[in-house]
């Protein structure tokens, strides 16, 4: 594989300023001379994750993921190091130096699958707009939406036919195994490529860079599936993705609403909301919830009153809660849904049920009443069970007492008596929490450690060679004193010494160091598990008697080899000629 000159990565990291880019994703907040947000890649409500800007890394100390601008954007988008490289790149307008020929066909198949997207977007626009069939305009008619928005989020149709836009992709040079690969054909068994979306309203889903990356597609009658959504392609996948984020984003309101589907969003959006998203065609996964609490500060879900969709927000309030975000549930009346809402009372009076939105609390303890009835000490108490669970999660003790007052108002049971309750109910919940973290340290003790599994054998040396690496890595210009002080070979794990040897070859080669220098000869694993050195040896003074110490210790186990059940007679006999030919 051909390296992209280091140069270049030097300049792009200069370029791509990392505390910006963090931005783009997470609310940032300055601390001292570091940056700190809640990090994008776990689930957590208090900030873990510390950006470095004199490094231009970063690092999670929760989930252990670090890394310098390209690292960020493998992680975040899903994609090798080239593409990442490409990414940043492009935002900034640098251009790409030549790279290998595979290198360059998985480029080159990423670019095609976004080409063949838009292409087909068009395609299915002009079949809405001057195709023959006017079923499609007619669907969108009916749901009264205006040319305007039919035009902001290129809705198309899909004709009843087999081979339609393979036809078109054809015509325009694309291949059929791409086509098969980009989500929009389909290959039969034996071995014909068809369309994927056939008589269908699509709605094309756009991501946060404006690319088409895949699409929804909605049947005309009463057949199923009734919606038809993209599989997991190159360009995406439905699980880190959101409809209409590429608008909501922008959006004045930090309050975002959570739609069911593609239509919600739309009539949402052109009744003058443009702070709503949807999932795509699955229940909200942690990572959207994740995506969403980086853009907005509280979530309003307006999800169907039916059975699925409570559902649905039961499952939804414990994602946003994990990421704690402030959630409210949208309560309709006199409509299924808020696209029925909208028609029937407009958009003032949508505004007006946004405003007063239960908080997930209310709703939750609502639902705590379900299938029992209260006015029977049986189904009182139940009900009271089942409401301390409830009180129980909530992290502020005032915002607790205040639900608890009102429970006792509802009820007729003392306050008291309830506090002693959820107290208690507290109590047991912390003692809980506190034995799956004894576990949860317990098991990664005794977890093989797969990206350095000697450090388990030689702990001292191990800790010793991770303290020469922070001082490496913060004194770079140091490189060849170290190296003449400590040879690789002293070094007992092999992955500190291959990250030790890579180092100082960099220092020799370039005339100065940067982590951003290693993302070719390193995974993300790898990388997250180096910045994690300078993490957290990063307000520690480790200076040159430090260094000595830790060459002594290494030079004294280099020495001290003892002979072990695994080492054969031929090992042992040269061994003990080394120590002859010594004395």
Known sequence: MAKLPEEFIQQLRDANDIVELFRSYADVKKRGRTYVCCCPFHSEKTPSCTIYPESQSFYCFGCGVGGDAINFVR??????????????AQRVGLQMPARSPEEQRTSDLRRRCLEMNREAANFYYLQLVK???????????????????????????????????????????????????????????????YDYFRNRVMFPIVDLRGSVIAFGGRVLDDSKP??????????????????????????ASTTFLLAEGYMDVISINQAGFENVVATLGTAITPEQARLIAQYAKEVVISYDSDGAGQAATQRALGHFADVGLPTRILKMEGAKDPDEFIKKFGPERFRMLIEHADDATL??????????????????????????????????????????????????????????QVDGAVRSKKRSAERMQFRAIEAQSLQRDEINPEAQKYPKESKAELEILAYLIQHPEDYEMIWELIPPEHFKTEFHRRVYMTICQKCHDMGNFSISLLGEEFTPDEISRIIGITAKFHDSDINRDTL?????????????????????????RRLLNDKKQKK
Request: positive net charge; glycine residues 6%; aromatic residues 8%.
């Open 75 to 88: 992680k975040m988008d899903n994609v090798g190091y080239i593409d990442a490289v490409q990414i940043l």
């Open 363 to 420: 709703f939750q303890l609502t639902k705590c009443k379900n299938g029992l009835d209260v006015d029977t000490e049986i189904g009182k108490t139940e009900y009271l069970r089942r409401a301390v669970k409830v009180l129980a999660e909530i992290s502020n003790p005032l915002q607790r007492e205040v639900y608890i007052s009102k429970i006792s108002h509802d009820t007729g049971v003392r306050a008291e008596t309830l506090q002693l």
């Open 226 to 251: 009734k919606y038809l959504n993209t599989n997991d392609t190159p360009v995406f996948n439905k699980g880190r993705n959101l409809f209409s984020l590429n608008f909501a984003k922008n959006a």
């Open 131 to 193: 195709g023959r069939d006017k079923r499609g305009l007619a669907y969108f008619s009916q749901r009264k939406l205006s040319p305007a928005t039919i035009r902001k989020y290129g809705l198309g149709f899909a004709p009843d036919e087999w081979h339609l836009l393979r036809d078109h992709l054809r015509s325009k040079g694309y291949y059929e195994d791409e086509m098969v690969t980009a989500g929009l054909c389909r290959r039969s068994e034996k071995g014909a490529v």
């Open 548 to 572: 000595q110490d830790c060459a002594k210790l290494l030079q004294d186990a280099q020495n001290r080899i003892i002979p072990s059940a695994e080492m054969s007679d031929d090992d042992l």
